[in-house]
């Protein structure tokens, strides 16, 4: 799929799903503006392997997404140094976990910042200039828990819930405009976090890390396979192709059958 031409700004894309939807969307031709935290010295490395392996434009802010004013600069300065802003991934986000009536109150206020407003105001910083062009591209990373609940993440899961309702309006509201809104909700996805997770639980537990993979998919999963952010980011590359034009308004499960039970 040829996205050469084409520019996309992928919210915290400095590790796990965001940069698998980063290397895939820049592997497909599209020039990216990276965002999220870390190491500035290894973030510059890892902008400049992506832009080296794909011939392509990378640029880096490290936009807090938890203020809308950065938000609307985040999109401006992508508009501005790369020349457009024709793809939008919402992926940065965090969890909390704790019972309601033993959840913090800055925890549900930083969960709903990043994972639900933060998608409200990139959308709404992106929306214009992709109407002005005629053509855009929003893929918003929810959940499985933005579709059925679990306990103890009450915020989490309001948040994504809210990300799905957010999706399917903006979907109706760019209907005719050539632009598509869509959500990817994956189960669990293999990332370096929850890579050292289940390694720290082979260690407390005195099992191997094959054990423990097979424990933490059981809980949820049918399908005992991890999802890998490389899968998450082919999917995002088909939501920008013409294949996809008319999709819009969907969340898709990308999740070994969790949401099927």
């Not at 996205?3 to 796990?16: D, E, H, P």
């Not at 103890?152 to 405009?177: F, R, W």
Request: charged share 15%.
């Amino acid at each position: 799929m040829d996205l050469k031409g084409k520019v996309a700004l992928v919210t915290g894309s400095t590790s796990g799903i965001g940069l698998g939807i980063a290397r895939e969307l820049a592997r497909a031709g599209s020039d990216i503006m990276l965002n999220g935290l870390g190491d500035q010295a290894a973030i510059e490395a890892l902008r400049s392997d992506i832009a080296d392996t794909f011939a392509v434009r990378v640029a880096f802010d490290p936009a807090n997404l938890t203020h809308p004013a950065d938000i609307m600069r985040l999109a401006a300065r992508c508009e501005a140094g790369l020349g457009s802003l024709d793809i939008l991934v919402n992926n940065a986000g965090i969890q909390h976990v704790a019972p309601i009536d033993q959840f913090p109150d800055a925890a549900w206020e930083a969960v709903i910042a990043l994972n639900l407003s933060a998608v409200f105001y990139g959308m709404k910083a992106a929306i214009p200039g992709m109407k002005r062009r005629g053509w855009g591209r929003i893929i918003n990373i929810a959940s499985a828990h933005g579709l059925v609940a679990s306990r103890d993440k009450v915020a989490y899961v309001a948040a994504k819930h809210g990300v799905i309702g957010a999706t399917k309006v903006a979907a109706l509201e760019c209907a005719n405009a050539g632009i598509t809104v869509n959500a990817i909700c994956p189960g669990w996805v293999l990332t370096p976090l929850v890579q050292a997770q289940i390694e720290a639980r082979a260690k407390a537990n005195g099992t191997t890390v094959e054990t423990e993979s097979t424990a933490l998919l059981a809980e949820k999963q049918p399908m005992l396979a991890f999802t890998t952010p490389e899968k998450i980011g082919a999917l995002a590359v088909f939501l920008c192709s013409e294949a996809a034009s008319t999709m819009t308004g969907a969340a898709l499960s990308i999740d070994g059958g969790w949401v099927a039970q």
